[in-house]
């Protein structure tokens, strides 16, 4: 089910209903039902997937919880880590491993017929095994209590404003939620409302506006170049981040319409002043993941420089390999590595104000939207294609403009998607990152006219310029 599709537009009022008319006793059941039905509404099948792996998940909290032996903990917590990881490489990694590994023994003369499972990758499911990995490792490390109600512990993983495409939530924030009992808080209705609304304007406005522009240059790269291959990675930069920034905004807003608070996934990235603060505002709850759970165990800061950018480096590639089984997320995951370990090698460090970062967040975005280039590209050749003829013409202005322009998309219509969609989503994240990353919190100080103005207008643009009866899927689903 989409958040962007009739069915939910559907889903969510009945849920909304039943939840708040519910006494608080029953209401996690309320949440549970919804939830597997909403993600058996992709696949009925996978369902068994997801509670393969809380019933794993539950069961090996509760016994490192009762067993006193260092021992059995860490064979009970390697063999749930064991499990959960195993269903996602199946599903996932398999056949990338295997042909991986037959390309690398075909180049020793050792021949080695890969083997390929011709499986649907099941929505959500990186998603989900995350935030059960990181539940047994926080019990594990005595951080949290094992949570004696399979049920609840059951709706914490499968919360369904946040189950396909996060934010990633950690247990201390979301599992007490679930329990505790709730009131019905209009201010917190209407600012969940707002936030949906914001989110359906950058994706269904912004974000699929722009694929389509996107899609025609990267699915047919060799008829492209110069100016037009720059454009289309121009607006991938800003289709990634509201496609996810999008449903992020959708699930809180959803959340917050049942007086539950999800975490905060992206505050303003596209104004970082270095790489490191890119990542300190983007996919927040997965990069903070990354953080605790194998960039600090691995040994973080501590020890020389070299260890700390080898941790770096591992991070990096594992992030990159968990957004998909391609060499070019991993590339993609080691080039952002490799810009934090200079940023640290040569001190570099963000400037707070002035004319100095209002340079350095130009030159990290412009860093960022060429590492996009990885992410979007189909492979390793098709990315080094678009950096090798990317400025192809270049050295005739005027004419690299119009000529990438005039067949990618025209001048009257890239100045309307500037007027109506570009400067909304600037200005939003603008006020976001001068005040806590929160663009709609930040709005919310603007005098009651202008406030209401701007989203009076927001909600004409979704009105009168979105695609009716078309729902397509978040870029995160494949995740």
């Known amino acids: 089910m989409l958040f962007n599709s009739l069915h939910f537009a559907l889903f969510l009022p009945i849920v909304f209903t039943l939840y708040w008319i519910s006494p608080h006793r029953f209401r996690w059941m ?9 993600y058996m509404s992709w696949n009925v099948k996978y369902v068994v997937l997801i509670v393969f792996t809380t019933v ?19 064979l009970i917590l ?26 690398l023994l075909s180049a020793f003369s050792i021949p080695l017929h890969p083997v390929t499972l011709n499986l ?14 990181s539940y047994v490792i926080d019990v ?30 950690r247990t201390q924030n979301l599992l007490p939620q679930i329990k505790a009992e709730h009131f019905f808080q209009s201010e917190r209705g209407i600012y969940g409302l707002k936030l949906m609304v914001w989110g359906y304007f950058k994706k269904v406005i ?20 110069g100016f037009s291959l720059v454009l289309a990675t121009l607006f991938f930069t800003l289709q990634i981040y509201c496609d996810f920034s999008g449903y992020s905004d959708i699930a809180r807003g959803t959340a917050e319409l049942l007086d539950i608070d999800l975490m905060r996934n992206f505050a303003s990235p596209y104004f970082s002043a270095s790489v490191k603060e890119f990542w300190s505002r983007w996919h927040i709850s997965l990069s903070t993941w990354f953080r605790d759970y194998v960039y600090i165990p691995l040994g973080g800061n501590r020890g020389s420089k070299i260890r700390r950018y080898w941790n770096l480096l591992v991070t990096f590639l594992v992030s990159g390999l968990w957004h998909g089984a391609n060499g070019t997320f991993v590339a993609w995951g080691g080039v952002h590595a490799l810009a934090q370990i200079a940023e640290y090698g040569l001190r570099i460090k963000a400037p707070k104000t002035g004319f100095s970062r209002c340079l350095r967040v130009l030159m990290v975005f412009c860093f960022v939207a060429l590492a996009w280039v990885f992410f979007r590209a ?33 001048v009257k219509r890239l100045a309307l998607f500037c007027a109506l969609y570009f400067a909304p989503l600037g200005i939003v994240d603008y006020w976001g990152a001068k005040n806590g990353g929160d663009g709609i919190a930040a709005i919310e100080v603007w005098p009651r006219v ?13 009105l009168f310029f979105s695609k009716k009866g078309v729902a397509t899927e978040f870029v995160y689903f494949q995740f």
């Open 30 to 38: 309320i949440l549970l039902l919804s939830s597997y039905y909403f």
């Open 56 to 74: 794993v998940s539950y069961f090996a909290a509760i016994m490192m919880e009762k067993t006193k032996s260092a021992r059995k903990k860490q």
């Open 78 to 103: 390697f063999v749930s880590l064991l499990l959960c990881l195993s269903t996602l490489f199946v599903f996932k990694y398999f056949n990338f491993f295997f042909e991986s590994l037959s390309g």
């Open 120 to 133: 649907l990758l099941p929505v959500g499911i990186s998603f989900y095994t995350f935030q059960t990995l």
């Open 140 to 169: 594990y490390r005595g951080e949290v209590k094992a949570e004696p109600n399979l049920g609840v512990y059951a709706t914490f993983i499968s919360f369904f404003p946040q189950l396909v495409a996060g934010p990633i939530e």
């Open 206 to 225: 912004v974000a699929d506006t722009i694929a389509v522009y996107v899609d025609k240059v990267y699915g047919m790269l060799p008829e492209y170049h």
């Open 378 to 410: 189909e492979s390793m050749s098709d990315a080094f294609y678009v950096f090798l003829h990317m400025l192809d013409g270049a050295t005739h202005p005027v004419r690299y403009l119009r000529d990438g322009l005039g067949v990618v998309i025209s």
């Open 450 to 462: 202008f406030r209401w103005s701007f989203y009076v207008v927001i909600g004409l643009i979704i």
